[in-house]
């Protein structure tokens, strides 16, 4: 018996759309629906042979560290989902690195002098 193929199709919001359940139905492989909007750039990426739907840029881009080959194989209509807080999350990022144990660096900011 031959292995299945597993195809993570990744869906834009909480619920598959009915075009999104019937491009699922035409897949061949075990389909594993994700929602594009809970994938984090600190997680692992998700083992599978292949991704469909509205993708994370990350899964679009993973490759093999030893060949450089495109880790995922593509099927079906496939287009890419971009972390809309992806800024944010940057712009986050730079705020910790700002400050030291929970407290802003350079000041005592917002005290009021007695």
């Not at 490759?63 to 986050?92: F, L």
Request: negative net charge; charged residues 35%; contains cysteine.
């Amino acid at each position: 018996m031959a292995k299945q193929s597993r195809v993570l199709f990744f869906v834009d919001g909480d619920v598959p759309s009915e075009a999104e359940q019937e491009a699922m139905k035409d897949i061949d492989g075990q389909v594993c629906a994700r929602n594009a909007h809970y994938i984090r750039a600190e997680e692992a990426l998700e083992d599978a042979d292949a991704v469909s739907g509205t993708v994370p840029t990350r899964y679009l881009e993973a490759v093999e560290p030893d060949t450089g080959k495109a880790r995922y194989d593509r099927v079906g209509d496939v287009t890419e989902y971009k972390t809309p807080g992806a800024k944010a999350e940057e712009a986050e990022g730079a705020k910790k690195k700002a400050t030291k144990g929970g407290k802003a660096k350079g000041g005592d900011w917002g005290k009021t002098a007695a």
